[in-house]
């Protein structure tokens, strides 16, 4: 837990110059430019910045280092829970509402948008530049070369194959072109 704590008091304390010049003794920040730049190819609604702050990080004990992960990855490609954490349904619901950092959740809770360490990684010019470098980089390995697409591909045929008892094929087929659709607006 030290590590851990070491690491957010780092993140809530240090000055601008310091977070810049330091961050690096903390976090892995090549890795947690292309997580930011992947979370916002794939429009994950529900990451380090959604409503839940969902991510995880993970200490590697032989670099020193913060890694963060993925926590899940299932309101991506414009996919939003109704009601903004409770509600029923998935259809895609547009952009992530802007406001007062704050979003209804279910039941009434508020539940917060934003991260410190993302917010802080993003403010910074170079930092920033990292996340730029990166998308690019996805974008070519993902989207330009059609590996996205052949991997799409790939699970529909998949799931049409082993799970139509469980999926309709027509389900399949429209999430499949809803997912492609997202690709080629990419």
């Known amino acids: 837990m030290a590590p851990l ?7 809530n304390v240090s000055d601008d110059a310091t977070f810049a010049a330091n961050l690096d ?14 979370q916002d190819l794939v429009d994950n609604y529900d990451d380090i910045d959604g409503p839940g702050n969902n991510s995880y990080l993970s200490y590697d004990a032989s670099t020193g280092l913060m890694t963060v992960v993925n926590w899940d990855l299932n309101l991506t490609f414009g996919v939003r ?29 508020a539940m917060s948008t934003g991260n410190i360490l993302s917010e802080r990684f993003l403010e910074n010019v170079d930092f920033a530049g990292l996340v730029d470098v990166a998308t690019a980089d996805l974008t070519a390995t993902l989207f330009t070369s059609g590996a996205a697409q052949d991997t799409l591909d790939a699970w529909a045929a998949v799931l049409t194959a082993q799970a139509g008892d469980l999926v309709p094929a027509t389900t399949i087929a429209e999430e499949a072109a809803a997912i492609e659709e997202f690709f080629a607006q990419g």
């Open 5 to 11: 704590a070491t690491f957010l008091e780092f993140l």
């Open 25 to 38: 003794q903390y976090l892995d920040i090549e890795s947690f430019a292309t997580y930011l730049a992947y």
């Open 81 to 109: 829970n109704a009601g903004y954490g409770g509600g029923q349904g998935g259809a895609p619901q547009g952009d992530r509402p802007a406001g007062g950092g704050q979003r209804p959740g279910a039941g009434g809770n």
